[in-house]
């Protein structure tokens, strides 16, 4: 069981720039890559970005890559992900997740554990 809780959501004004972090607990973090995405209202979650267990491989959704980055610390057991140049459009409930795939992992289902989620909200 891996227990996963983010932090750093709030308010910003577009054009803004935020850090998420996603502390976990329980089992090995270093073991598990890592993900994170974000569900708007009446919106299906979407994909932004994934990390491998090493930190080694990342991948993003094409509508953040340049915007987003995504990091892992796993002597503190934390991932982050830095966003700049937030969207108004993009107000939503940002979450990360872990996963015990080898492959990247971009589909929700391909993970095993989540976070209560972060609210971010980017005023206009």
């Known amino acids: 069981q891996v227990q996963l809780v983010e932090s750093g959501g709030g308010l910003v004004q577009a054009g803004g720039s935020l850090r998420l972090s996603c502390a976990a607990s329980g089992r090995t973090f270093s073991r598990y890559a890592m993900g994170w995405f974000r569900q708007a209202p009446g919106k299906e979650r979407e994909f932004l970005a994934y990390?491998?267990?090493?930190?080694?491989?990342?991948y993003y959704a094409d509508y953040v890559r340049g915007r987003f980055t995504i990091s892992r610390d796993n002597a503190k057991n934390t991932v982050y992900l830095q966003m700049i140049s937030l969207k108004p459009e993009k107000t939503a409930v940002y979450y990360c997740a872990a996963s015990s795939r080898c492959l990247i992992a971009t589909c929700a289902d391909e993970y095993d554990y989540w976070g209560q989620g972060a609210r971010v909200t980017v005023s206009s």
């Open positions: 990390i491998s267990w090493s930190g080694g491989t990342t």
